[in-house]
């Protein structure tokens, strides 16, 4: 941890690469912080090293429609969009967002994507 450096952080490990998902990004950081604090209080000897284990992939796929990768078993289709929304939602980090969130799906749900037409934008700055 002494020679930690911004370049170290973007680097390649070849002996023992990890797949860049924001699984292992989320992790690395948990690592990050727990090893740091325990330099900080003069623990450094009991600073392991990093270690990942793959708990599985989820992807959305529009239309309600979704897949899910995990060791044991594999799914698709709206129950696998439905747990990619659970799992959306429990990361979200602050209150206000678990609130916000689950209202726009709602109102997404019920009137559709709000989408801006650039076209329409591009005339309108074009008259001006």
């Given at each position: 941890m002494?020679?930690?450096?911004?370049l170290?952080?973007?680097?390649?490990?070849?002996?023992n690469?990890?797949?860049?998902?924001?699984?292992?990004?989320?992790?690395?950081?948990?690592?990050v912080a727990k090893?740091?604090?325990?330099?900080?209080?003069?623990?450094?000897?009991?600073?392991?090293?990093?270690?990942?284990?793959?708990?599985?992939?989820?992807?959305?796929l529009?239309?309600?429609q979704g897949?899910?990768?995990?060791?044991?078993?594999?799914?698709?289709?709206?129950?696998?969009?439905?747990?990619?929304?659970s799992?959306?939602?429990?990361?979200?980090?602050?209150?206000?967002?678990?609130?916000?969130?689950?209202?726009?799906?709602m109102?997404?749900?019920?009137?559709?994507?709000?989408?801006?037409?650039?076209?329409?934008?591009?005339?309108?700055?074009?008259?001006?």
């Amino acid at each position: 941890m002494d020679q930690c450096s911004p370049l170290e952080d973007c680097s390649f490990i070849e002996a023992n690469p990890y797949p860049c998902t924001a699984q292992v990004a989320e992790r690395e950081g948990s690592y990050v912080a727990k090893s740091l604090g325990l330099l900080a209080q003069g623990k450094g000897s009991e600073v392991e090293s990093f270690s990942w284990k793959n708990i599985g992939m989820l992807a959305y796929l529009g239309d309600y429609q979704g897949l899910a990768d995990f060791p044991t078993s594999k799914l698709q289709g709206f129950k696998s969009w439905i747990l990619w929304r659970s799992v959306y939602f429990t990361k979200l980090g602050s209150w206000r967002s678990r609130f916000q969130v689950p209202f726009d799906w709602m109102r997404t749900f019920i009137w559709g994507r709000d989408v801006l037409s650039f076209r329409w934008h591009r005339e309108l700055m074009d008259h001006t």
